[in-house]
């Protein structure tokens, strides 16, 4: 498997690399200090996964993001307290492993395998947070649509701001003129009731069924 290693530790990637280097099943393509890099890495490198330093902080939201845009890529969280909570804020960011921070490098090793032939381990506890955690995070039909819905060119406007985008780079993107952008942000939030575009952003990466085309 090609991975990409995430952590702001230079002497923790150099280990893990001389590490994984005695693993034949293992190639490591980089390793980075933070998400841009990862970013950066993944436009450049065919890769089949991210292991990312989480003892240090990172923003889930950005996780969010990278996994949105790399859905084949698998994200995994480095030395993540193992708490029925934090596994599953992790979860919800599109990580879809974790390796404990009293792993072993055996453990460690393993759980990369697993997460990439689709598997997960954890502590029955954990697995039983999760399935309640799903029951009670699955909205009611239309709970979280907002009270119009949107049109399709307000779907793309909202997706692209769920990117990061400024008005000028959605016009760009969209081909349309900065006032028409504008004319449009204004209706999303209208439509979101959010006062701030940066609630937006935050809105649609944790629904990111709202931008959505409706089907034909």
Request: net charge neutral; charged share 25%.
């Amino acid at each position: 498997m090609n991975i990409i290693v995430l952590t702001p530790v230079r002497l923790l990637g150099d280990g893990l690399t001389a590490c994984f280097a005695r693993r034949p099943e293992i190639n490591v393509l980089g390793i980075v200090n933070n998400l841009e890099g990862v970013r950066d890495s993944l436009e450049s490198h065919r890769a089949d996964l991210v292991l990312i330093d989480v003892t240090h902080g990172v923003d889930l939201y950005d996780v969010r993001a990278l996994a949105a845009q790399w859905p084949d890529v698998a994200l995994v969280a480095l030395g993540l307290n193992e708490q029925r909570c934090e596994v599953i804020r992790c979860g919800r960011a599109g990580f879809t492993g974790y390796v404990a921070r009293e792993a072993s490098l055996e453990t460690l090793c393993k759980a990369l395998c697993d997460v990439i032939e689709g598997k997960l381990a954890c502590p029955a506890e954990i697995s039983c947070g999760l399935l309640r955690a799903l029951f009670r995070s699955d909205p009611p039909p239309d709970a979280t649509a907002p009270a119009q819905a949107l049109t399709p060119r307000e779907g793309d406007v909202l997706r692209l701001i769920g990117e990061g985008l400024s008005n000028k780079e959605i016009a760009r993107e969209l081909v349309l003129s900065v006032a028409t952008v504008k004319h449009h942000v204004h209706n999303v939030l209208d439509k979101l009731n959010l006062p701030r575009r940066a609630q937006a952003m935050r809105r649609v990466r944790d629904a990111p069924w709202l931008a959505a085309r409706p089907r034909s």
